[in-house]
């Protein structure tokens, strides 16, 4: 079992740049590959991008590429997504998600636990 917590999300102007955090419980971090996905209102939950056990492979989402970045530190436990370069239509809630195994999927359905999510707005 681990809990997720996610912070660092907000409202920033287009262009502009925010930090995502996750927080994971647990000793086991490092047995777990980690992913961000998104939730616009009206939308269906989608993937935006993913890291393996170790940090040494990630994949993004086309709509993300070259602009976020997804991180982890096994020690502290922490998932991060650097934002950057943000537009309107980044806004959505964004969730942290942790799968069981050391590979990396853009399925939602692959995952086993779910943060609360976090809101991220960008104004045009």
């Known amino acids: 079992q681990v809990q997720l917590v996610e912070s660092g999300g907000g409202l920033v102007q287009a262009g502009g740049s925010l930090r995502l955090s996750c927080a994971a419980s647990g000793r086991t971090f490092s047995s777990y590959a980690m992913g961000w996905f998104r939730q616009a209102p009206g939308k269906e939950r989608e993937f935006v991008a993913a890291?393996?056990?170790?940090?040494?492979?990630?994949l993004y989402a086309d709509p993300v590429k070259g602009r976020f970045t997804i991180s982890r530190d096994n020690a502290k436990n922490t998932v991060d997504l650097q934002m950057n370069s943000l537009k309107p239509e980044d806004t959505a809630v964004y969730y942290c998600a942790a799968r069981i195994g050391w590979d990396i999927n853009l399925l939602v359905g692959r995952y086993d636990y779910w943060g609360q999510g976090t809101q991220v707005t960008v104004s045009s």
């Open positions: 890291i393996n056990w170790s940090g040494g492979a990630t």
